[in-house]
C-alpha cells in the first residue's frame, strides 16, 4: 500500500473568508469520473468534520511538445478546505487553509478498504500536522512543523 506521496500545505488570502460553512459537505468531484470510477464512487459519499470541505479534482492530460504535462503519479488531487485558527498569532483568528494530496492511478488498483485506509493516512497527515502547530510546553513549540 502507498501513503500519500506528497501533501502540500496553501494558506489561502484571508479575502477568501467571506463564508464559514459549519456543516459536514458532500465531496465535490471535478474531472472525468471514468479516469478514476472507484475511487470517485467512494468519495462521492466521504464526509469530515464539520466545517471541513473537501475537493477531488482529477486532472486532464496535456501534451505540450511531445511531453506530458502530468505523469501518471499525478492523476488527481484531494484537496481539503477549513478554516483554523493561526497558531502563529495571537488572538488566533481563523483563516482558510487549503491541504492538498496527489493522487496517482495507482488508486484504483486498491480494493475499497485499502481506499480508506489511504484516505484515513491523509487525515492523519493533517491532523498531525495540526497537533504539531499547537503542542507547546512551557510556550515552545515541541515539534514545528515548518521547520
Not at 70 to 95: G, I, M, N
Amino acid at each position: 500500500m502507498r501513503f500519500p506521496e506528497h501533501i502540500e500545505y496553501v494558506q489561502v488570502p484571508r479575502s477568501m473568508l467571506e463564508s464559514k460553512g459549519l456543516l459536514p459537505v458532500p465531496t465535490e468531484i471535478v474531472g472525468d469520473t471514468d479516469k478514476m470510477p472507484t475511487f470517485s464512487a467512494l468519495l462521492k459519499g466521504f464526509t469530515y468534520k464539520p466545517g471541513y470541505a473537501w475537493s477531488f479534482v482529477i486532472h486532464e492530460t496535456a501534451e505540450i511538445e511531445g511531453l506530458r504535462w502530468l505523469s501518471d503519479s499525478q492523476t488527481a488531487s484531494l484537496y481539503l478546505k477549513c478554516y483554523v485558527p493561526d497558531s502563529t498569532r495571537p488572538p488566533h483568528e481563523p483563516y482558510l487553509l487549503q491541504f492538498q494530496s496527489y493522487v496517482g492511478a495507482w488508486i484504483e488498483t486498491y480494493d475499497r478498504d485499502q481506499q480508506v485506509l489511504w484516505l484515513r493516512e491523509v487525515l492523519r497527515t493533517f491532523e498531525i500536522h495540526e497537533i504539531d502547530e499547537w503542542f507547546r510546553i512551557n510556550g515552545e513549540l515541541v515539534n514545528n512543523p515548518h521547520a
